[in-house]
C-alpha cells in the first residue's frame, strides 16, 4: 500500500475511462478477484419520482427489464470493456459485490431482491432472495434492498434493507436467514434506527460490516458474528448522508465514503479518506473540472487507485494519489 504521508492526497485521472463507456445511472461498482473494476448501471432506466407507488411497489415492469449490458467488467488501468453481461435481468440496479469465487451479489430495488449470479458470462442465478417485484418485511422479502457484504471467512452475507426497511439481515452462505438488527428486529438496544442503510462493507482484519446510514449521515460498524454495535463515524464535513462506504486495510485501515447532497445544507459533494481507529478525515477529494452529481458508490483497489460511481452524472471516476505534478 502507499505510503500515508501527510500530503496523502486523491486526484483524479482525468484520461480514465480512455474512451466512454456509454453508461446509464451508475448505481454500484465492486472489484473482481482479477482486480477488474465491475460497474452496475441502469442502461436506459431511471429511478425517478414516478418508479414507485406509495406501497414501494415499482410503476414500470412493462417496460420490461433492461436490455444493455447492466454488468460491465473493466480495466482499472485504460477503463476499457473487457466482459459485458446482465441484460434482460434487471429493472432497477442498485449495489453489487463479489464473493471469493467471483459471483456477483447484486441487490435490484424495483425486484426488492437480492440475487447471487454468476459471472461467467451465462448470467445463471445461483440464489435469490426475496419475492421479484414484491416488497416486505420478513425474513423472505425486502423492500428496495440497497447493498450486500460478503464475510469472506465464513461466507455469509449481510443485506442492507433498504429504502423502505430499516434494516440488516444475515443470511448463510445458501441463503438461511440467520439473525437481522435494526428496525423490525427485537433489537432491545434502544438506538436511533437506521433510514436508509445504503451501502455495507465488510472488514476482513476485524470481523465487523459497516453500514452508510445514509440520511443520518453517519457510518455504523458491527461485529458480524453478534451484530453488536462497535463504533460511529459521523462528521460534520459529511453535511448529513453518506452514501456509500468502502474499506482497504492500506494504512492501518481505512474507510473511504462520499457524502450527498441535502436539502438544507449546501456542502460540497466529496470522496473522504477516513482513519478506522481515529475516525480522523485524512483527505477530501472530487474531480475538478466535471463535479460530482450524485456519487453513489465508491472501491478502493490493492493498488491505491479509487473509483467513484456517479448516478446523478452517469459516469464513472478515477482518483490516484500519484502525484502527477510532483517533479522525480
Ligand atoms: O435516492 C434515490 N435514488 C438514488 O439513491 C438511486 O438512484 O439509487 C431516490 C429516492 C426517491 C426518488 C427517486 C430517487
Same mark, same amino acid.
Given at each position: 500500500? =502507499?505510503?500515508?504521508? =501527510? ?15 456509454? #453508461? ?6 465492486? #472489484? ?80 426488492? =431482491?437480492?440475487?447471487?449470479? *454468476? ?40 443485506? *442492507? ?10 443470511? *448463510? $452462505? ?11 428486529? %427485537? ?5 436511533? $434506527? ?8 465488510? #472488514? ?61 445544507? %449546501?456542502? $460540497? ?7 478506522? *481507529? ?36 452517469? %459516469? ?13
Amino acid at each position: 500500500g =502507499q505510503v500515508l504521508d =501527510q500530503d496523502f492526497h486523491l486526484e483524479r485521472v482525468l484520461a480514465w475511462p480512455q474512451s466512454s463507456l456509454q #453508461l446509464g445511472q451508475v448505481s454500484g461498482l465492486a #472489484l473482481d478477484t482479477n482486480s477488474n473494476l465491475v460497474i452496475f448501471h441502469r442502461g436506459d432506466h431511471h429511478w425517478g419520482e414516478d418508479s414507485f407507488n406509495s406501497q414501494a411497489r415499482y410503476q414500470q415492469r412493462s417496460l420490461g427489464p433492461i436490455q444493455q449490458s447492466t454488468i460491465l467488467v473493466v480495466d482499472p488501468a485504460k477503463g476499457n470493456i473487457l466482459k459485458a453481461s446482465g441484460r434482460n435481468m434487471f429493472y432497477l440496479p442498485h449495489g453489487i459485490t463479489i464473493d471469493k469465487e467471483n459471483n456477483y451479489w447484486v441487490t435490484d430495488v424495483a425486484l426488492h =431482491q437480492v440475487l447471487k449470479v *454468476s459471472s461467467d458470462g451465462r448470467d445463471r442465478t445461483l440464489l435469490a432472495l426475496g419475492e421479484a417485484f414484491t416488497p416486505g418485511s420478513d425474513i423472505t422479502h425486502f423492500c428496495q434492498p440497497t447493498d450486500v457484504a460478503v464475510d469472506t471467512g465464513t461466507g455469509n452475507i449481510f443485506v *442492507s434493507d433498504g429504502y423502505c426497511n430499516a434494516r440488516i439481515l444475515k443470511f *448463510s $452462505p445458501d441463503g438461511k436467514y440467520l439473525s437481522q438488527w435494526g428496525a423490525g428486529s %427485537s433489537d432491545r438496544r434502544r438506538r436511533i $434506527p437506521f433510514q436508509i442503510p445504503h451501502s455495507l462493507v465488510f #472488514l476482513p482484519e476485524r470481523q465487523e460490516v459497516c453500514v452508510a446510514d445514509r440520511e443520518n449521515g453517519r457510518i455504523q460498524c458491527f461485529i458480524t458474528e453478534t451484530g453488536e454495535f462497535v463504533k460511529e463515524i459521523k462528521k460534520e464535513e459529511f453535511g448529513g448522508k453518506v452514501f456509500a462506504i468502502t474499506f482497504s486495510p492500506a494504512g492501518g485501515g481505512l474507510i473511504f465514503a462520499v457524502n450527498g447532497a441535502s436539502a438544507y445544507r %449546501s456542502v $460540497p459533494l466529496s470522496g473522504f479518506v477516513i482513519n478506522y *481507529s481515529t475516525k480522523e478525515i485524512l483527505d477530501t477529494f472530487s474531480p475538478e473540472k466535471k463535479e460530482f452529481k450524485m456519487p453513489h458508490d465508491i472501491v478502493a483497489t490493492r493498488d491505491g487507485s479509487v473509483f467513484v460511481g456517479d448516478a446523478g452524472s452517469k %459516469s464513472v471516476f478515477k482518483f490516484t494519489t500519484e502525484k502527477s505534478h510532483r517533479s522525480v
